[in-house]
């Protein structure tokens, strides 16, 4: 069974952020320039904008199995 958290664009929200740059792939580059505790809270902060923007947009979770595909909502609160 596979999940897929989508966006109110029906985009994977974990896959790809604003800036069409993967979210997977991490600035490798700020442990160097700026250390790792930079490098740690950059990140963070774009995963908790991706939350964000999935909360304000409300989740919409599909569940893929056996190729039968059912939207749910996640109700919040």
Not at 55 to 77: F, M
């Amino acid at each position: 069974m596979q999940f897929y958290i989508l966006n109110h664009q029906c985009q994977p929200f974990f896959i790809t952020n604003r800036q069409g740059a993967s979210f997977l792939n991490f600035n490798l580059s700020a442990i160097f320039t700026h250390g790792f505790v930079a490098f740690v809270a950059h990140n963070l902060t774009v995963i908790f904008d991706h939350l964000q923007e999935a909360l304000l947009a409300h989740l919409y979770v599909t569940i893929s199995s056996k190729g039968i595909h059912k939207p749910y909502r996640l109700l919040l609160g």
